[in-house]
């Protein structure tokens, strides 16, 4: 345990610890999505057992790095594509998360009373936690890798890991409340999981996107949305006021 007393290692920590809470933010939007089609007795309850499963998930893949680094070796190779297993994960995991994405997005331009049907079928709690653990091992194998980059110490790994959870934990139920209670930050929230759904599976055939690039403008649209609800908030209350004094 010495070695994480070090400046070095707190400093590797630190940064390892954001840029996990950044890689997460994803994985918090997609779990508050889906959870929200649960009824409300059960959606605290989906959203704290998602992301305990996230947490098992990367400690796990921690522990079985050499498998985890044994998925970059090549299946098969067509001229000079090599296709991995890490390649076929990061596909699927993108095109099951453009498809969730576009179904949501159609849902919501369409209406949810044409859908009253489906949404009972997808809302199950069993169903939601599926499909939780299935983009939690897509989000955890792209999370485990960049934190292997990063830092050799496993157990700074492991602690920058749960620190980095438990903040998204406690953040995860003011995160959902301000998507589900703003109809345009939810749009734009699927859109950003259509977008990182399009990213890992490009990814998969070798094309590196930074991610630096696509969280900046996550981080952007963000901003400019809330500049706007704040906006749209100070007109209706000057309209609110306008009607108050001409009913006195």
Known sequence: MESLLTFDALISLLSLTLMEIVLG?????????LCNRLPLN????????????????RIALLFA???????????????????????LILMLGGLF????STTEIHQKLEGEEEHEGEKKKLSTFKAVIVQ????????????????????????????????SLVIMLVAAKSISNFINKHPTVKMLALSFLLM??????????????????????????????VLNLRMKSKK????NLKQKYKEE
């Open 65 to 87: 790095i050499t498998w985890l680094v044994g998925l970059t070796a090549p299946l098969f190779t067509v001229f000079d594509f090599s296709l991995t297993s890490r390649d």
């Open 196 to 225: 990182i759904g399009v990213l890992l599976f490009i990814e998969g055939f070798h094309v590196h996107v930074p991610k630096g690039y696509i969280y900046f403008a996550i981080f952007f649209s963000l901003v400019v949305e």
């Open 42 to 57: 059960q959606q605290d309850k989906a959203r704290k057992l998602g992301l305990f499963l996230a947490l098992l998930m």
């Open 236 to 239: 209706t209350k000057s309209v």
């Open 97 to 100: 998360l453009i498809y969730k």
């Open 132 to 163: 939780i653990i299935l983009l939690d091992i897509v989000f955890s194998f792209d999370s485990i890798l960049t934190a292997v980059g990063l830092v050799n110490n496993i157990w700074i790994m492991v602690i920058a890991v749960v620190i």
């Open 25 to 33: 933010i994803d994985n918090i939007i997609f779990i508050s999505i």
